[in-house]
């Protein structure tokens, strides 16, 4: 084996995606501090007291204490080199997190056992079942009082359409939570106050069939309950599937306590296993393996502004093949030019630091004179490859926006565009007319905040926001279409991309229906991937 396949075969690319406060970002610094990559609880997230440990990178962010981008971040574990891309959060998460999803191999789930699925998840769940990537669900706060989990993986097979397997069963929750039973090892890791630290919990091996033993563990009463789910769950579960699991079919499942630190082990052991090494990418009609010696990568995420004084754009790259060595002459597809990629850094845990190599799997950020777009392809001039671009997601909140002063129209027209460049907005105008006023479509509001500020601190443009009422956009398929000529309800707009795409943005799905029902043959789409 050589030195390049070990370090790709060790690689595990995951993001990691919840609805707020299900618990994500705890149980991330936990993953950081049982690989050691961090040494106290509280370092990773930007909450409003806590240290700023990653991305605060904007004031707007650190005012709110939220973290608007999405960060990234490697360490290692039992050999394995792990790159965890966070998602952010917040209610008003932005097309970034959608983008994030895309750079990863796999997902880990985080939901709340007192709330089960929620909104957040539910949208970016959807996201990943469009890419077919491997889901592990890790079912949460189980040390305060739970849905059952019958109910729970119920709903998660239900409204996701995949399979559950629960490698761990819950034994009671709340005050009388006593641990998990690991159902492949037939043994029970049982919790107490005492696992609060980082102690390593010592697993008991349990015959489920020896009463006395059993009752001295977990006490009668949920012997006898957990011996009746046991069976119920070996009798009627799916079987465990590693391909489906590989394809995304089928969902690990395991409960635990992030803040307690239970569970965490035996989530990571069982989900490293589980889960693939870099996978390869679509170059056209062609896989790219990861194991290619040739270097190869795709721009996923571009964060700009990160020093305001000196203007200075970060841009993402996701390594899909080979190598990558600081200063080797590399190839930009999308702008035909031989490239550098400068200043290239990696999120350790706390620091960002710049770094000589990576490999396939890993993420690096490259200083950007402005030159990238998301989905851009770099690769080693030896060998050309260009990967599938990141489809355009459907933004869920339109605005208008013009300038204040008209005397700054220069400046604007700038400031909107490099900010669509970037991947934070969308824009589009209405049919035969410029950029004199835009027409800004966000997937999360916070967004609209977030491109006034920056108009006002970058660029110095002072702009006039009318929120629009559209929530829905599809963008029409049909080519060298009359959009005039479609029959549709007052209440829905043509409008157009930079790209000159049409596209019609409803306020509610019944306009969308009516769209496809009066006008035979229409074909819209809710993602661009032109
Ligand atoms: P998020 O990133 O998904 O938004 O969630 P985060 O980890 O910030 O957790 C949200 C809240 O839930 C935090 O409490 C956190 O301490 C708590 N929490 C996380 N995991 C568990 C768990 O396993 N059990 C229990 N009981 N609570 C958990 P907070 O009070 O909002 O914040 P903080 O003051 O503790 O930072």
Avoid at 43 to 51: E, L, R
Avoid at 444 to 467: A, H, P, S, T
Wanted: net charge negative; with cysteine.
């Amino acid at each position: 084996m050589t030195e390049l396949q070990r370090e790709i075969g060790r690689r595990r690319t995951f993001a990691i995606i919840s609805h707020p406060d299900a618990g994500k970002t705890t149980l991330t610094e936990k993953f950081l501090l049982y690989g050691g990559a961090i040494q106290t609880a509280g370092s990773v997230k930007g909450k409003a007291t806590a240290k700023h440990a990653v991305s605060d990178w904007m004031e707007l962010e650190k005012q709110r204490g939220i973290s608007i981008t999405s960060s990234v971040m490697q360490f290692e574990y039992d050999g394995y080199c792990i790159n965890i891309l966070d998602t952010p959060g917040h209610q008003d998460f932005s097309e970034d997190t959608y983008r994030t999803l895309m750079a990863a191999d796999s997902v880990v789930m985080v939901i709340d056992a007192a709330k089960g699925i929620e909104a957040q998840t539910r949208k970016l769940f959807k996201v990943c079942a469009r890419r077919h990537i491997p889901i592990f669900t890790f079912i949460n706060k189980l040390d305060r009082e739970a849905r059952d989990p019958f109910e729970l993986l119920d709903e998660l097979e239900k409204e996701f359409g995949i399979g559950t397997y629960p490698v761990n069963w819950p034994i009671g929750c709340g005050v009388s939570f006593k641990g998990v039973f690991d159902r492949d090892k037939r043994e029970i890791l049982s919790f107490s106050d005492m696992h609060k630290g980082m102690n390593k919990i010592k697993p008991t091996p349990c015959d489920i069939t020896d009463i006395e033993r059993m009752d001295e563990l977990i006490g009668p009463y949920q012997r006898a309950e957990l011996v009746d789910q046991i069976e119920l769950l070996d009798g009627a579960s799916f079987e465990f599937d590693l391909e489906k699991v590989r394809k995304g079919e089928l969902s690990p499942v395991f409960f635990g306590s992030a803040l307690m630190n239970f569970g965490i082990e035996v989530f990571l052991e069982n989900f490293l296993k589980m889960t693939t090494p870099p996978l390869p990418r679509l170059s056209g009609e062609d896989e790219v393996s990861p194991f290619d010696e040739e270097f190869s990568a795709f721009a996923f995420k571009i964060q700009a502004n990160m020093n305001k004084n000196h203007r200075d754009r970060i841009t993402f790259f996701r390594i899909c093949s080979g190598k990558f060595e600081r200063g080797a002459d590399y190839f930009h597809v999308q702008a035909g030019k031989p490239v550098r990629l400068s200043q290239p850094q990696q999120m350790m845990a706390e620091e960002r630091q710049i770094i000589n190599e990576a490999y396939a799997g890993d993420i690096i950020g490259v200083f950007d004179p402005g030159i990238y777009s998301i989905g851009d392809t770099v690769c080693s001039a030896k060998k050309k490859v260009q990967f599938e671009g990141i489809p355009t997601f459907a933004p869920e909140h339109f605005s208008m926006i013009e300038q204040k002063d008209s005397l700054k129209r220069k400046q604007f027209v700038k400031g909107v565009e490099q900010i669509a460049q970037e991947g934070a907005i969308q824009i589009f105008h209405e049919p035969n007319t410029g950029m004199e006023r835009v027409i800004v479509g966000v997937v999360g509001v916070l967004q609209f905040e977030v491109l006034e500020y920056r108009l006002k601190n970058e660029y110095n443009v002072d702009v006039i926001r009318n929120d629009l009422p559209y929530s829905y956009i599809r963008w029409i398929k049909n080519k060298g279409i009359d959009v005039k000529k479609l029959n549709l309800t007052s209440d829905t707009k043509w409008v157009q991309d930079f790209k000159g795409n049409n596209i019609l943005i409803f306020t509610s799905e019944w306009n969308i229906n009516w769209a496809l029902e009066k006008n035979e043959g229409l074909i819209l789409e809710d993602f661009s991937k032109d």
